[in-house]
């Protein structure tokens, strides 16, 4: 058996396959989570936007807007400059996992052309969709997770998503992650039955759903019956805070940190939009002392990467 991710060190969390990643998450009973962090802009002082969501108590790193065949990270590797320029020597993932000893994870996109949009579409280079060849790329690349979502308006639906998974069950190996934050430009239920169970038939690992007080209109009645239904089937259930909200105050995060464990949802992700690279970092420290209590939450950024 696994240790719970809750209580794990780096060196069992970074020695997962995706079903213990997935077991371990389980285990913490709704105390994980994920940052996203924006890898394409520098945050400053020669880190990683990772390194900063690691140390005040993220538990996966998610990153967004990488292109997989070309997966540069701003503030990787030394440089003398105070705007380091993000460099791509293959082994990217490797160096961020080794420095903050988090599992990594990737957005790729299920970008649907025919997609009845209600907004201009946002183009976006191959290696940020979703296709056989990111996956197999991210998997190349030593990526722990992938997660399949849509930024704004990019045009991703819920049926491409569905379609995608299938793609990523055959030839990538660690967990994935499957849903909608918000619209992402499309004219559709961000999220309803008829999608969660989509995903869960394609053989998501986990389902992806808008947190509670995030999108106008969703709220506990929609989102209880989804969670319900997701657990029934194994797998497990990812809020996110993905609509700018991840920079309103300690406050609003843990309102919507403890509403969404009142559901049950596994883990509880905090966005990007906050800075254009992540959340305030506080904002991340309010969510972990919110769902876990001070003990744990001051466990995780304490906890070296070299135990």
């Given at each position: 058996m696994v240790t719970?991710?809750?209580s794990a060190n780096a060196s069992e969390i970074l020695k997962m396959n995706g079903a213990e990643l997935k077991q371990s998450i389980l285990a913490s009973e709704g105390r994980t989570i994920v940052s996203e962090n924006v890898t394409g802009n520098p945050v400053g002082d020669g880190l990683t936007a990772s390194e900063y969501a690691a140390a005040f108590g993220a538990d996966l790193i998610l990153l967004n807007g990488l292109d997989v065949f070309n997966p540069a990270i701003f503030g990787l590797y030394p440089s003398k400059?105070?705007?380091?320029?993000p460099q791509h020597d293959?082994?990217?993932?490797?160096?961020l996992q080794q420095l903050v000893g988090r599992p990594i994870g990737v957005n790729l996109e299920p970008v649907d052309v025919n997609a009845d949009m209600q907004?201009?579409?946002e183009e976006i280079p191959a290696g940020r969709q979703a296709s056989e060849a990111t996956f197999k790329e991210a998997e190349r690349l030593g990526f722990n997770f992938v997660c399949l979502t849509g930024n704004p308006g990019t045009g991703v639906t819920n049926a491409?998503?569905?379609?995608n998974i299938k793609v990523a069950k055959r030839v990538f190996s660690g967990l994935i992650i499957a849903g909608k934050m918000h619209a992402a430009g499309v004219n559709e239920p961000v999220i309803d039955q008829e999608a969660a169970e989509a995903f869960l038939a394609a053989g998501a690992d986990v389902i992806l759903v808008p947190a509670v007080g995030t999108v106008p209109g969703l709220d506990e009645s929609d989102l209880k019956p989804i969670v319900k239904l997701v657990h029934a089937q194994g797998a497990?259930?990812?809020s996110a805070i993905g609509t700018s909200q991840e920079s309103s105050g300690a406050a609003y995060i843990a309102e919507v940190a403890v509403r969404n464990k009142v559901l049950g949802v596994d883990i509880q992700h905090i966005g990007d939009a906050?800075?254009?690279?992540?959340?305030?970092?506080?904002n991340i420290y309010a969510l972990s002392k919110a769902i876990r209590?001070?003990?744990h939450a001051l466990q995780r950024m304490a906890r070296s990467i070299n135990r």
């Open positions: 719970r991710l809750l400059t105070l705007v380091p320029e293959g082994e990217s993932v490797h160096h907004e201009t579409r491409q998503i569905a379609e497990l259930v990812m906050g800075w254009g690279v992540q959340s305030p970092f506080e209590g001070e003990r």
